[in-house]
């Protein structure tokens, strides 16, 4: 079986809610990383197989197949089909593993991988709202759902209280780490960690949501997300726009074009989990990747675990012992954003870029998803 190698990837910035990429339409924020990944690759974009992105709420502008029209708004080779995908929050990093799976198979030699999402144009859960409005019924309260689950709250933020509550998460807790967060993202644009990985776009050069100078004293005034929760805004990922561009190929393929790869994707797994506490499913998804590569969890250098909510990270590094120096080391979504979509490769852009500069041999990457899921994957560095 052949290796599934990444040899580039690139994000844009992540722009805040109504900030600087707000009006760019979903499909050109998806076609500039799509041109940008193309470029530093140099390769004849004809040669690419497929397309695949994710895209949690494909409605309005991001609807009717986002990842074929991004890569005919790039104005590359009609001949190259495109698939969207969602699988909720892990939508884009699903995306690399299918992109990986058909290239292990033998099905294919080059793959782009990617996601994208504008929450500012298409808010979260656009479709279930705008259905109920139309009279289609709700998304998931059919029969078969209320027999199973009655009439039970599914929300992220709840599910995101049941954790904090179950792992004894107190608010102080939760609001050092959201703290770290920016400050590891600032420390990391200061240092230039991010500038391979990012192409501007309409002036936007920066992630946009970074607050260096929070404080835990600023964010112990912000009310909770739920009366007497320990959750608050400063504590949650952000609404964000942005896009993320993966080239995955054959080593045959890589060897053929004489490019240079950053890593391997060693394991790929997904899990289900408890669709009320829904967030969860970290845990058992690393657990299961660990014991599927065989690589244990001493030898992993880096982790990234998205930040949906402090609480979600903060018991899954709990629950598996993972030192806090080897998770999210250059911030995560409560400092980058969390872009639906586009945040499984927005954070396997920074992890595999991360790891080259650091000359990691493993990391893996983990995220929590709507209905209770979890993707995780294992990198490991072309240099070993």
Not at 161 to 190: C, K, M, N, P, T
Not at 337 to 357: D, F, K
Request: aromatic content about 6%.
């Amino acid at each position: 079986m052949t290796d599934a190698l990444i040899v580039d990837a690139v994000r844009t910035p992540t722009g805040k809610r109504s900030g600087g990429l707000s009006h760019v339409h979903p499909v050109d924020l998806a076609a500039t990383s799509l041109a940008a990944l193309m470029r530093r690759v140099s390769i004849d974009p004809s040669l690419v197989d497929d397309v695949i992105f994710g895209c949690v709420d494909q409605f309005g502008a991001q609807s009717m197949n986002i990842a074929r029209n991004a890569w005919l708004s790039a104005g590359f080779d009609q001949s190259v089909p495109g698939v969207t995908i969602e699988r909720q929050c892990g939508s884009s990093q699903q995306a690399i593993s299918f992109a990986s799976q058909v290239i292990r198979s033998g099905d294919a030699d080059c793959i782009v991988a990617g996601g994208v999402e504008v929450m500012s144009t298409v808010p979260i859960m656009s479709a279930l709202f705008q259905g109920e409005k139309a009279g289609t019924g709700h998304a998931w309260k059919g029969e078969g759902w209320r027999r199973r689950f009655g009439s039970e709250e599914i929300t992220q933020f709840r599910g995101a209280e049941l954790i904090a509550e179950r792992w004894g998460l107190e608010r102080r807790r939760l609001e050092d780490f959201a703290v770290s967060s920016h400050q590891r993202a600032f420390a990391a644009w200061e240092a230039g960690r991010f500038d391979r990985e990012v192409e501007p776009v309409e002036g936007v050069v920066r992630d946009e949501g970074i607050r260096p100078d929070t404080s835990v004293k600023v964010l112990e005034g912000l009310k909770p997300i739920r009366p007497d929760g320990r959750l608050t805004a400063g504590t949650s990922s952000q609404i964000s726009d942005a896009a993320a561009a993966v080239l995955v190929a054959s080593d045959s393929f890589v060897r053929r074009h004489h490019l240079d790869a950053m890593v391997k994707v060693h394991t790929c797994v997904v899990v289900g989990s408890d669709p009320i506490e829904m967030l969860s499913g970290p845990i058992p998804a690393t657990q299961k990747l660990l014991s599927r590569s065989g690589v244990q969890l001493d030898e992993v250098g880096l982790f990234e675990c998205n930040e949906a909510f402090a609480s979600v990270v903060l018991a899954w590094q709990d629950s598996l012992g993972i030192d806090a120096d080897r998770v999210n080391v250059n911030g995560g979504a409560i400092s980058l954003g969390h872009p639906l979509g586009a945040t499984g490769a927005r954070i396997a852009t920074s992890l595999v870029h991360e790891m080259v500069r650091s000359s990691t041999r493993y990391g893996v990457q983990t995220m929590c998803e709507g209905a209770g899921m979890a993707n995780a994957t294992l990198y490991e560095l072309v240099a070993f």
